[in-house]
């Protein structure tokens, strides 16, 4: 709140407590004085309003090459107007709730940028740099290069993203990826500016200029949803100046039909001019949709979610059908054991079994060791053994004078017992890689693996099917694993054995079936996918080029922070609605009233800017996180 202690606010509060002297001037000899008063609040609170007014329509008129007034030019004449005909109470109370009125709303929409932006303060400036000869200085971060050593003290923000070199500490990402529990970080382990360092000192390696960094790539794109409003918004933004024209216009025909056809007098009917311009300005329409845009825009970014502007969240609320890649999107990324089995004859020995194809696992460099020794970790032992991996083949080795193998299916198949074969071919039939493990060339146990769907995996897609929005998968992977991931989730199609440059083709003809179409993807080759989609998202652990051209980034590669995207977009577009019907019918109805002589200029003032502020509260409702 301290951004709003300023000129403007002080001037405010002074125009204030002079309405209030001025008020309280009911003494005849000293009554006279309550006109210089009123006039000097008009000024006091409102020098601002009229400067704004004035200055704006004469900027945005010469921009548009044509006159292109807005709402402080309304109220302007509306408090001149009123001066001119002496009630200079009802013009210093006009000019005073409109000043409120417009503080507050410059307030709300801060507060709504506060997530957001409180991100470009976090970036650290300086860095611990280490010297060749192990000495240290401190150096600016624009002066750092890839490869340069520095260190991190407890308790500093990261000035850079890295990779450690030495140490193990606790590092809390929340500003980057929303991730609200800290991550322990050791040797070999990437971080990234603008995180925190909570427990011990490291040495840490740059990997990324600064203007690469990953906190540099947010600040980008804080600051292109700030630019980008919905299309609501800025629809209504264009509106602005001709509703005001139309007001305007509209003001001489008021005033002449009082005084011709309702025989009012010059004063009531100038005076029933002033109010219906009070009565028509379009304040609470105008900040029907941008406040609360900029406050679903900066909850989502608390929650780990951004979007390079407001249109990509308004879209997302009419979205249609979403594709989703494969890998590391709806699938964790990497391959897990899924099925283990031991040839009967064979099971009375299953541990030494396990010892064995651990150690042998343990010791071995090719894509699924990694998957196999996790699952076996905690029930096998580690032996000492000699490992020979023959590209193509598999592993082999020698202990206790007996020979192991472990090998793809097709090298092991004539040794494989029926059992065996025909659980294979099952579990392959799934989409699951299989491997055999073999003694003296006789099959010991099957290994079965797969990249395995993520837990928010699940429940995104039932969200999203219980909107009625098809689901799609798009992959490059074969049809059977395609398929057996598809099926698990229970997706309504999937599409596999796809070339990259083919996803882009699929989108295409998805925007011509359904409309409004979102691709999901992390990779290069979702990138013409990603290109071509309406709304293109990202997972944040994806490459940067997926980052790039994507519309929404989900900073902690969670599916279910699309999910929450989703249901705040749908919020905003209710909460919008609701705004632009509400700030309407206050307008219809003062009119009216001012039509049937039943208000004045203080009550549509005070009608007319409590509609503005209960608009604006009602978009803030957003700053709160969507359930």
């Known amino acids: 709140m301290k951004i709003y202690i300023n000129r403007q606010s002080f001037t405010i509060a002074a125009g204030i407590i002079l309405f209030l002297i001025a008020s309280f001037l009911q003494v005849p000899f000293v009554q006279q004085a309550a006109a210089p008063l009123y006039l000097l609040v008009i000024l006091l609170a409102g020098y601002h309003v009229f400067l704004e007014g004035i200055h704006l329509t004469v900027t945005n008129s010469a921009k548009n090459k044509k006159f292109t007034p807005n709402i402080h030019i309304l109220m302007s004449l509306a408090a001149i107007g009123a001066v001119i005909i002496g009630d200079f109470k009802e013009a210093a109370l006009l000019i005073i709730i409109f000043a409120i ?6 307030y709300a929409e801060d507060k709504s940028k506060h997530e957001i932006t409180k991100l470009l303060e976090m970036k650290s400036t300086n860095a611990r740099l280490i010297s060749t000869e192990g000495t240290e200085k401190i150096v600016s971060v624009n002066d750092l290069t890839i490869g340069d050593t520095i260190k991190v003290l407890n308790g500093d923000q990261i000035p850079i993203d890295g990779k450690i070199i030495s140490g193990v500490t606790t590092i809390d990402e929340a500003a980057i990826n929303g991730e609200s529990m800290p991550k322990e970080k050791t040797i070999g382990n990437e971080v990234y500016a603008g995180t925190l360092n909570l427990s011990a000192t490291f040495i840490m390696t740059v990997i990324k200029d600064n203007n690469d960094t990953i906190f540099a790539k947010i600040v980008e794109l804080v600051k292109q949803s700030q630019n980008n409003l919905s299309k609501t918004a800025t629809k209504l933004q264009r509106i602005e100046p001709i509703y005001v024209n139309i007001v305007l216009i509209l003001l001489p025909i008021i005033v002449l039909s009082c005084y011709f056809i309702l025989n009012l007098s010059f004063k009531a009917s100038f005076y029933r001019g002033m109010v219906f311009l009070i009565s028509a300005s379009p304040c609470a329409l105008a900040a029907s949709a941008i ?62 079994w396990r010892d064995v194809l651990y150690s042998m696992e343990k010791n071995a460099n090719h894509p699924l060791a990694h998957a196999i020794v996790e699952y076996f970790s905690t029930s096998a032992d580690d032996l000492k053994i000699e490992v020979t991996n023959t590209i193509g083949v598999g592993l082999s080795a020698t202990y206790n004078g007996d020979s192991y193998q472990i090998a793809k299916p097709s090298v092991l198949h004539k040794s494989a017992p029926a059992a065996i074969t025909s659980r294979q071919e099952e579990l392959a039939e799934g989409g699951k890689t299989v491997v055999y493990f073999a003694k003296n060339s006789q099959i010991i146990a099957l290994i079965a693996l797969m990249d395995v769907p993520n837990e928010a995996a699940y429940q995104s897609i039932s969200y999203f099917k219980s909107q009625k929005i098809k689901t799609v998968m798009i992959t490059g992977d074969a049809e059977k694993t ?82 929450l995207a989703h249901k705040v977009a749908k919020k905003l577009n209710r909460i919008i609605w609701q705004n632009i019907f509400f700030s309407m019918f206050v307008v219809l109805l003062l009119v009216i009233l001012n039509f049937l002589g039943k208000t004045d200029i203080a009550i549509g003032v005070i009608i007319h800017e409590s509609s503005t502020l209960v608009v604006i509260l009602n978009g803030l409702r957003l700053l709160k996180k969507v359930k």
């Open 101 to 106: 009125a417009h503080l507050l709303e410059d």
């Open 291 to 352: 406040p609360a845009t900029l406050a679903a825009l900066s909850s989502l970014a608390k929650s780990g979610v951004l979007f390079k502007g407001g249109t990509y969240l308004a879209q997302l609320a009419e979205l249609k059908a979403i594709a989703f890649d494969k890998t590391g999107t709806l699938t964790k990324g990497k391959p897990q054991v899924t099925d283990y089995f031991v040839v009967e004859n064979f099971s009375n020995q299953e541990k030494r």
């Open 482 to 563: 395609g398929e057996a991931v598809g099926k698990s989730l229970e997706l309504d199609q999937v599409m596999a054995n796809v070339m990259p440059e083919d996803k882009a083709d699929i989108i295409g003809k998805m925007q011509q079936t359904f409309g409004i179409v979102s691709m999901v993807g992390d990779g290069v080759n979702d990138t013409p996918a990603l290109s071509r989609a309406n709304i293109a998202v990202a997972m944040g652990a994806g490459v940067d080029i997926a980052i790039d051209i994507s519309d929404v980034i989900l900073m902690n590669n969670d599916l279910s922070q699309l999910t």
